[in-house]
């Protein structure tokens, strides 16, 4: 069965530090899909990327960057520079392909950003 | 515009009474889904439904119900409401069919409060 486990319950940096979430993941599949879903405190859940499990190039956005490795079933979030619209609970998941989209999320970190 | 949209995006109610969450999608998209995300922030897949096929969590009790008036709907009855019903319950979408991987356009949420 499949599982994300994100180890950080909660993490507190100042203000322009670089931050980074882990995320390690549980899977009998070969072909999967991994996502980061970022929730701030007004509750909604935005979209942040998604990854399959053939494509282990890392990826940068703007501050956010993204750090998949298959050898440790790891794909870890880093955030440079953060800033205080960066605090919010930042949620992994996993979809196995015969799951469709059906996730199955990590327990989330919760990011305290401070000015 | 809201892509995703819910209401309530608060309820409080007794036990033992009966409620509904709405939830109305205006990007065409195919299918649509029920999470449930509890106080310690997990997040589970409680449905996912298009107007072939309905995909129950096994998990889920059978009181509560998906109800698609159309494509663009999907509501979510609550019979007999227990104290452990409470949770943030967010309705989503995707483009296509459940079984694609893709990304998901969640809602708000709804806070469900039960006393």
């Known amino acids: 069965a499949q599982k994300v486990t994100q180890a950080q319950t909660e993490i507190s940096v100042v203000e322009k530090e670089d931050v980074t979430l882990d995320c390690v993941y549980e899977?009998?599949?070969?072909?999967?899909?991994l996502f980061w879903y970022k929730q701030p405190p007004s509750g909604e859940l935005v979209f942040l990327i998604r990854?399959?499990?053939?494509?282990?190039q890392n990826e940068i956005s703007g501050r956010y960057s993204w750090n998949f490795q298959k050898s440790t079933s790891s794909f870890n979030f880093t955030i440079t520079a953060s800033q205080v619209v960066d605090s919010a609970v930042y949620f992994c998941a996993l979809s196995e392909d015969n799951a469709g989209n059906m996730l199955t999320f990590g327990g989330g970190t919760r990011l305290m950003v401070k000015p | 515009d809201t892509a995703v949209s819910q209401t309530p995006k608060y309820l409080v109610t007794q036990m033992g009474n009966d409620k509904s969450i709405k939830c109305e999608q205006n990007?065409?998209?195919?299918?649509m889904y029920w999470y449930k995300q509890d106080s310690k922030k997990f997040l589970k897949i409680m449905f996912s439904y298009n107007n072939k096929e309905l995909i129950i969590n096994e998990t889920v009790p059978n009181r509560f119900s998906p109800k698609s008036p159309d494509k663009a709907h999907l509501n979510l009855h609550i019979n007999s409401l227990e104290l452990g019903d409470s949770a943030v319950y967010f309705c989503a979408s995707s483009p296509r069919s459940a079984a694609t991987n893709e990304k998901l356009f969640f809602g708000s949420g709804t806070q469900l409060s039960v006393l």
């Open positions: 990007l065409g998209h195919d299918t």
């Open positions: 899977t009998r599949d070969t072909t999967y899909y």
């Open positions: 990854r399959n499990s053939f494509d282990e």
